[in-house]
């Protein structure tokens, strides 16, 4: 197998996405491209975006079976952890 800039695009735009999306659905605020001290709105948002352009390019670029099988569950996963984080906070939320 041979990694390609696409590969990397997608590893980066999903890796990127990750912490902005956790910092948001936390109600936390966290640095990000827009701000220093960035809302937990534009977080969310910002990962959510990251999450967006890293479907578009696996499905540009790699819309094979194994590829999607990877894409249902990580939006599954993805949806899950940001309906469910209510469940989750503590007093300092």
């Known amino acids: 197998m041979s990694i390609s800039i696409w590969h990397l ?4 735009f999903f890796s990127n996405g990750m912490p902005h999306f956790i910092a948001g ?5 966290f640095r990000s491209p827009l701000g ?3 809302s937990a709105r534009v977080n969310l948002i910002w ?3 990251n999450f967006i352009l890293g479907t578009a390019v696996v499905l540009w670029q790699s819309p094979t079976p194994d590829w999607q099988s990877f894409l249902l569950v990580y939006w599954l996963v993805v949806a899950m952890f940001g309906f469910g984080m209510s469940h ?6």
């Open 9 to 12: 695009a997608i590893g980066f």
């Open 25 to 29: 659905v936390a109600g936390k605020r």
């Open 88 to 93: 989750f906070k503590g007093d300092d939320f």
């Open 47 to 49: 990962g959510l975006t």
């Open 36 to 38: 220093a001290n960035s």
